[in-house]
Structures are given as C-alpha cells and as structure tokens.
C-alpha cells in the first residue's frame, strides 16, 4: 500500500519566522504593545491566540490574531523559503505512489497560500488543528506518518497511533523530541527520504 504522510508546516517544511516576525512588528506598532517579538518566533508552534495571551488584554486576543491573519499575505508570504530537503521529502512520497498531508495549526488560507507561493505539490492540506487535535485528521487520512519539529506534533502523531518522525528545526531540541516520544529523529528533512526508503523496503 502506497504510504500516506504528513507534515506540519511551520519550521517543518517552511522557515515562517522572518514573516511571523515582520508582521508581529507592524501587529506590535498598530496596538501600541512592545511585543517580544524574537521570543515569540523561536516559540512557533502553538496556536497565534496562546502565543499572544500573555502580552494582551484578554478581550484584545481575538481581534489581534484577525488582524495578524490580514496582515500575513502582504507581509509572509514571499519571505519565508523552504527549508532545506522539503521539497525533496516531498518528492519522495510521490515517488513511491504515496499521499502528502499538511496538518498545521495555522489559519488554513494563510498555509495554502505558501504552498502555492512555492509549489509544493500536496494532496490534503487541513489547518487550525494543534497538538492531539492533529490526530484525528491523521487517522481520517490514513497516514502511516506525522513529521514535525514540536513536541506538539510528537503528541498528536502518538495520540493518532502513527509513527512520529521529528526534525529539530523548530523550538523543540533533540532532546525535548525525544522525551515526548517520538519515534524517529532526523537531522534535517535531507534525511527523510533514505529514511522513507527503508520503511517501504
């Protein structure tokens, strides 16, 4: 059987800090709030409202994260790359007849439109699920995989019962990967598809 695998998206495929970061400036500016912004971006991961909660009043969270979704297209889009070996990983599914998910915690039209913007060529992209919320779209889709670089993706892959791949390319160390549980830890996503091969072999 074909295999079918996902990945997250934030620092798993693409390097969003430099765009989250332009936009928690100019987000910063317009409410007045000295957000810390570089601590923020090395936390990506979690949801934009839990990640803004402590800086704002409790009734200021919502209508900020809509502005930062307003904001994002005409300031993150075309600034943030691929990191490197993404786009192979991504080929290396589709070259063995499989199935690529996108299961991310970020607002939906703001993560297709990077995987438009650098054409990655992905079969289901579903948005706004975190942590063990994850799961359930995994074990909808059949996934044999989930790979990310949170120990919120380690937690959703094992509450989905599939084999969770971490790269440490993200806020979470080799090391916090590897207390949460997950099963495999490459590199970088170079590493993906030797170790890809071996589980279809």
Not at 40 to 55: F, I, K
Not at 152 to 176: F, I, K, Q
């Amino acid at each position: 059987m074909a295999p079918v695998i996902g990945f997250d998206l934030d620092l798993t495929l693409i390097d969003t800090r430099p765009g989250v970061a332009a936009v928690l400036e100019v987000l910063g500016e317009e409410l007045g709030v000295d957000l810390p912004v570089a601590d923020l971006v090395h936390q990506l991961g979690p949801p934009l409202d839990v990640m803004l909660a402590p800086h704002l009043p409790a009734d200021a969270v919502g209508p900020a994260g809509d502005r930062f979704r307003e904001l994002y297209p005409s300031l993150a889009i075309k600034t943030v790359p691929l990191l490197p070996g993404a786009r192979d990983a991504v080929a290396a599914v589709k070259e063995v007849g499989g199935r690529v998910l996108v299961v991310t915690g970020k607002y939906p039209a703001n993560a297709q439109r990077h995987v438009d913007h650098l054409g990655l060529a992905i079969d289901h992209l579903e948005g706004w699920v975190w942590g063990t919320g994850k799961a359930d779209v995994l074990r909808r889709e059949g996934a044999l995989a989930y790979v990310g670089d949170h120990v919120h993706d380690v937690e959703g892959a094992l509450a989905a019962g599939v084999t969770s791949v971490s790269v440490p390319t993200g806020g979470s160390s080799r090391a916090d990967l590897e207390a949460a549980g997950t099963h495999v830890v490459l590199d970088s996503l170079l590493e993906f598809p030797s170790w890809l091969a071996g589980v279809v072999a």
